[in-house]
Each structure stands twice: as C-alpha cells, then as structure tokens.
C-alpha cells in the first residue's frame, strides 16, 4: 500500500505538470479532440457503470500528449507501467470513486486547459489525484 502512496504522489506531480503545459500549448483543434475524448470517456464510465482505470487513463495520456514534452512523457510513462503492473491490487479503487466526481474533475481540469490557465489546470489535477492518495491512506 505505501508503494501505491508513493507512486501516486509522484504520478500527481508529473501530472499536474502536464496539464500546465497543456494548459500553455493546447491549439483550438487539440481542445476539440481532448473535449470529443472526455464525451466518449464520461459515456463510457457511464455505460459501464464503474471507473474503469483504463477508460480514465485515456485522458490523462491525452494531457501528456498536449504536454508535448518527450522528458515528462518518459517519465510518467514509465511510472504509468509501474501501475499497470500493480493493477490486480488496484482494481478495488475503480470501485470506490464515484464516476460523478471523475466527470466533474477532469471537466474542472478541461476547462481550465482550454482557458489556457496552468495554475488553475494544477489546481484541479491536484485535487483529482489527491483522491486517490486520499483512499490509499485510509486502508481502503
């Protein structure tokens, strides 16, 4: 569980950076693709009635591609491995967020990227991993 924890506080520092510069290099063309992502990955949660790590990843990797920054992307693409490898004991955690509170997070994150606002976009994917860091330590 404390490796969990540790990793979580490194991929919520690697993230929050991706979205800053998301944040600063987003065009209008990647803002429509990142907004149709978050539509088909909220329909999804929805439909599948659970928080599925792998439908969630899918805009957290869309932030690290709007990075644009190939060091960051190595970085937290390994770490990302090092959580898929870990899956079989975070599976319990798809079920204990609530698919309203991914939607309302990464809705939070979007708009701040669209606003061209890093502080804010750190802001919410702060708060967004924060969550998950939270559940870790309760023992749950």
Same mark, same amino acid.
């Given at each position: 569980r404390y490796y969990l924890i540790e990793l979580y506080e490194v991929r919520q520092a690697l993230?929050?950076?991706a979205v800053a510069l998301a944040a600063q290099k987003a065009t209008e063309k990647q803002m429509e693709e990142l907004?149709?992502?978050?539509r088909e990955v909220c =329909?999804?949660?929805?439909?599948?009635?659970?928080?599925?790590? $792998?439908? #969630? @990843?899918?805009?957290?990797?869309? !932030?690290? #591609?709007? =990075?644009d920054n190939q060091y960051l992307t190595k970085v937290l693409s390994h770490q990302l @491995? $090092?959580?898929?490898?870990?899956?079989e004991k975070?599976?319990?955690?798809? !079920?204990?967020?609530?698919? @309203?509170? !991914?939607?309302?997070d990464h809705g939070n994150i979007i708009r701040a990227i669209a606003n061209h606002d890093p502080e804010e976009a750190q802001r919410e994917m702060?708060?967004?991993?924060?969550?998950?860091?939270?559940?870790?330590?309760?023992? =749950?």
């Open positions: 993230d929050m950076k907004t149709d992502l978050y =329909a999804n949660l929805f439909r599948l009635g659970t928080t599925r790590y $792998s439908q #969630e @990843e899918k805009l957290h990797l869309k !932030y690290l #591609e709007l =990075a @491995e $090092s959580l898929d490898l870990m899956f975070l599976q319990h955690l798809i !079920y204990l967020h609530r698919i @309203e509170d !991914y939607v309302r702060c708060r967004h991993i924060q969550t998950t860091i939270d559940i870790l330590k309760s023992g =749950a």
